[in-house]
């Protein structure tokens, strides 16, 4: 619980604070009769308003109408931003109105005392990076689980768990700053000792972690992605923002196969960062290198140590590295750092299935450059004889750029390319696929057009022949497809390639 004075208080401490309505008067300094009012609640949805809630006016197209919905299921105090404030006054509504500057710095802000501070009670670890996140935050956890037993918590773009035991789906890569710091909270309260969590760039440039200090944080790589309108402008505004977790961690490990390693390492050093490399160069503190079958190894000044992994694709051994560096910050216990690595398996990340008549494929997230070439190049390595076969699409609506990225991979590594819907959203997927279609230049590549999803990865299975393999791209396991209406049920990569192995192989 807080009261108004302490809001105001907090925003000040931030240089956040413009201003207060009380009884449709301005105020710069809080008029003594509202000091004390007691806030029980926070929320920014106005259909989970409690009464003496706070409410966050959120979002760059805010509807007044939802802050009069909220005063009237009984919040008492708002904050919100100067856009709100002429609808505030002429419509004399009844609350306590804080104007602030940024009502995303603010809403973190506020949720983080409201919670009682609950990262301060945690190791907390972040990854960010292009890709690898999941599949490196599923690392740690393992090792750390190996370790430590149930006492970590994990958030990722797949799933979340807060007690160390039961997952639930996630529905953002990293949540929104009043929900992460609420199940920061739940994961304190189940005991947790280790929270293990993916950082998007949208995470730092919408400030979901603002406020936020990672004891370890990780920058596993990047590449153009997520730009867009709606997202970053330019490359340099994602590397800006992917960047900060170099400012807000206490130790950063950084891959040295960032072209821009020494700008990071040299930030990091500004802000008295403690800075671990990793990567293939003779240079990194841990310096690994692969070999078949899942195994590599990780030479420190310590020496050399050898470990294996399940999940197939060289760029792993990079994710894993990055694992192991965190974990050894935490245990010397080799053997069950060992173990973690090895249990490891990640939902949607690269699955592999087969069956008698020699059908290979692979279901996997990945959706972006650095993520499909990697992929891909494995697949060509393993698969030299047969047919790359992709069933791929792009979201609607964001990340425009990944369409160019997509038509390119796939005209340098596929043979076979079926365009078909991924999250289409609000836009049309004819419109999508034409946009991937307009960037492939291979002439060789033979390109289906099928955006009903089930029946693209259908027509994939009726065409492959032993030695071929087919790569589902985008949606793994998730059972869902955004489209114009919402979100709509769907069977899910994996479940319906999985049924299709099995009707093929009778």
Not at 3 to 29: G, P
Not at 125 to 144: A, D, E, N, P, Q
Not at 310 to 323: E, L, S, V
Not at 340 to 368: C, K
């Amino acid at each position: 619980m807080l009261t108004v004075n302490e809001v105001v208080r907090l925003l000040k401490e931030r240089q956040l604070f413009e201003e207060v309505i009380c009884d449709n008067q301005r105020h710069y300094t809080l008029p003594e009769s509202v000091r004390a009012t007691e806030i029980t609640d926070v929320t920014y949805d106005s259909r989970q308003v409690k009464s003496q809630a706070l409410f966050f006016c959120k979002g760059l197209n805010f509807n007044f109408k939802y802050l009069q919905d909220a005063v009237a299921a009984g919040s008492t105090v708002t904050i919100t931003e100067r856009s709100q404030v002429d609808d505030i006054l002429k419509t004399q509504l009844p609350v306590i109105a804080i104007i602030v500057t940024d009502v995303q710095k603010a809403m973190a802000t506020v949720a983080r005392a409201f919670y009682g501070n609950p990262d301060q009670s945690l190791t907390m670890i972040g990854f960010t990076g292009t890709k690898g996140k999941t599949t490196s935050v599923y690392f740690t956890r393992h090792i750390l689980q190996a370790v430590f037993g149930k006492q970590v918590a994990q958030l990722s773009s797949i799933d979340e768990c807060l007690d160390g035991e039961h997952f639930i789906e996630a529905h953002l890569t990293t949540p929104e700053s009043l929900d992460l710091f609420r199940m920061l909270k739940a994961a304190v309260d189940h005991g947790m000792k280790y929270l293990v969590m993916e950082v998007s760039s949208q995470a730092y440039k919408k400030s979901r972690v603002y406020g936020l200090e990672f004891d370890y944080g990780v920058f596993l790589n990047i590449s153009p992605d997520h730009i867009s309108p709606v997202e970053h402008p330019d490359f340099d505004d994602y590397l800006y923002c992917k960047s900060q977790i170099v400012a807000n961690s206490k130790t950063v490990i950084i891959s040295r196969e960032i072209k821009d390693y020494a700008f990071l390492a040299e930030k990091a050093q500004a802000y008295q960062t403690k800075v671990i490399s990793i990567g293939q160069d003779a240079a990194a503190d841990y310096q690994y290198q692969g070999h078949p079958h899942g195994q590599f190894t990780v030479k420190t000044t310590a020496g050399t140590s050898d470990y294996q992994i399940k999940i197939p694709g060289d760029f792993n051994y990079a994710n894993a590295t990055a694992a192991i560096a965190v974990a050894q910050q935490l245990t010397n216990d080799q053997e069950q750092i060992k173990a973690g690595l090895l249990a490891t398996t990640v939902p949607g990340r690269m699955e592999f299935l087969s069956n008698h008549h020699g059908y290979v494929a692979y279901v996997d997230y990945a959706h972006n450059y650095l993520s499909l070439s990697e992929s891909f190049k494995f697949m060509k390595h393993e698969y030299p004889k047969g047919r790359l076969i992709v069933v791929i699409g792009a979201a609607g609506g964001k990340a425009e750029s990944r369409r160019h990225d997509i038509g390119m991979t796939l005209s340098e590594y596929a043979d076979v390319a079926i365009l078909t819907s991924e999250d289409n959203f609000k836009e049309d997927p004819y419109q999508i696929v034409d946009d991937i279609k307009a960037n492939i230049t291979n002439p060789e590549l033979q390109v289906i057009v099928e955006v009903d999803r089930v029946k693209a990865i259908e027509q994939a299975f009726a065409m492959v022949k032993p030695g071929d393999v087919i790569f589902m791209a985008g949606k793994g396991r998730e059972v869902f497809m955004h489209d114009v209406d919402g979100d709509k049920p769907y069977i899910g990569d994996y479940q319906l390639s999985q049924k299709l192995m099995v009707e093929y192989d009778k």
